[in-house]
């Protein structure tokens, strides 16, 4: 159901690997008979109208059933916790006297981190 690297990418304002997370969520939310008739039947039927209408934006993210928002909720708190550190800590290092003593390169890996740690921050909100 996951890409090769095994993640899903997100935007500001939308799930970019709608289609595989989407597929992830139905099938870790099944029930265990709902689970079964999806594997007797190979999968699901082919819905393009349901497929048209399942833009992961960030408010469809927020409607989302219960299971699946806590199952989103918990797999972005065990993402965050993989980090070394939280972001309040890279905003303080953005500030102009810190920022300035990190090499450029170290400089472009904290705006990397610190863009996916908000991202990740305003995918919490909408899921909690």
Request: glycine fraction near 6%.
């Amino acid at each position: 159901m996951v890409g090769e690297e095994g993640a899903f990418v997100l935007g500001w304002d939308e799930v970019l690997t709608e289609e595989e997370l989407s597929t992830t969520l139905k099938v870790l939310c099944m029930s265990e008979e709902e689970f079964r008739e999806y594997k007797e039947q190979g999968g699901w039927e082919d819905d393009s109208e349901e497929e048209e209408n399942s833009t992961l934006s960030n408010e469809a993210l927020s409607r989302l059933k219960t299971p699946c928002k806590k199952l989103l909720y918990d797999s972005v708190l065990l993402t965050l916790e993989s980090y070394g550190s939280d972001l309040k800590a890279e905003q303080d290092l953005l500030n102009k006297e810190a920022y300035e003593k990190l090499s450029r390169r170290e400089q472009q890996a904290l705006h990397v981190r610190y863009g996916q740690k908000r991202i990740l921050h305003q995918l919490l909100e909408l899921v909690h």
